[in-house]
Nanobody
Framework: QVQLVESGGGLVQPGGSLRLSCAAS????????MAWYRQVPGKQRELVAR???????NYADSVKGRFTISRDNAKNTVYLQMSALKPEDTAVYYC?????????WGQGTQVTVSS
């Protein structure tokens, strides 16, 4: 069982920045693929960014150059630094633990970009 606890969401003006954090339980965090997804009502959950155990990253085209995913294995935490935020980034953001083993999800944190 892996527990994921997100934090850092909130209301921000267009052009602003936020950093999301996801703290994970488990003793082999460094081996996990970790990712951030987001979802808006009525739409499918979509991948925002992913980071492998080796630190390789990939991003959705819509966030490339604006968002950065990183991890601190000593703290069992993955981050999503979001900059130049747009109203279309408004969503519930979910932390995901991927391979190895089954997927786990956090409870989600709301990000609202609005003036």
């Amino acid at each position: 069982q892996v527990q994921l606890v997100e934090s850092g969401g909130g209301l921000v003006q267009p052009g602003g920045s936020l950093r999301l954090s996801c703290a994970a339980s488990g003793s082999i965090f460094s081996a996990y693929v970790m990712a951030w997804y987001r979802q808006v009502p009525g739409k499918q959950r979509e991948l925002v960014a992913r980071i492998t155990s080796g630190g390789s990253t990939n991003y959705a085209d819509s966030v490339k150059g604006r968002f950065t995913i990183s991890r601190d294995n000593a703290k069992n935490t993955v981050y999503l630094q979001m900059s130049a935020l747009k109203p279309e980034d408004t969503a519930v953001y979910y932390c995901n633990k991927g391979a190895p083993g089954p997927d786990y999800w956090g409870q989600g944190t709301q990000v609202t970009v609005s003036s």
